[in-house]
């Protein structure tokens, strides 16, 4: 039997879900996690910097905010696009 007892496929699953998968996987465009993790790195540092008074490390941390948010804004952009590029070519 190629099931488990919750429903999922064993390592003889189903090949056409996995290229399903695949598809999506190339539709979705980069994680717009690393601009997140980013821009709070950056506030982290920026917090540091003000804390000790160093004005050149509040500045990197603000650098690296930007930078952040701009790769977050950047990646959620290019997704959105991959997207809907991957549903128009389906329909």
């Known amino acids: ?5 919750d429903g ?3 390592a003889g699953g189903d090949e ?7 598809d ?4 979705e465009g980069p994680d717009p996690v690393i601009g997140a993790g980013l821009a709070l790195f ?4 920026m917090g540091l910097g003000g804390a ?4 050149y490390v509040f ?7 930007v930078g952040g948010a701009v790769t977050f804004v950047l990646f ?3 997704t959105a696009m991959k997207q809907r590029a991957a549903r128009s070519a389906k329909s």
């Open 8 to 10: 999922l496929h064993g």
């Open 24 to 27: 999506t996987r190339k539709a």
């Open 42 to 45: 950056g506030i982290f540092v």
């Open 76 to 78: 959620v952009a290019l």
């Open 16 to 22: 056409e879900g996995a290229g399903e998968a695949l």
């Open 59 to 65: 500045n990197a941390g603000m650098f690296l905010a």
């Open 1 to 5: 039997m190629d099931e488990s007892a």
């Open 52 to 55: 000790r008074d160093l004005h």
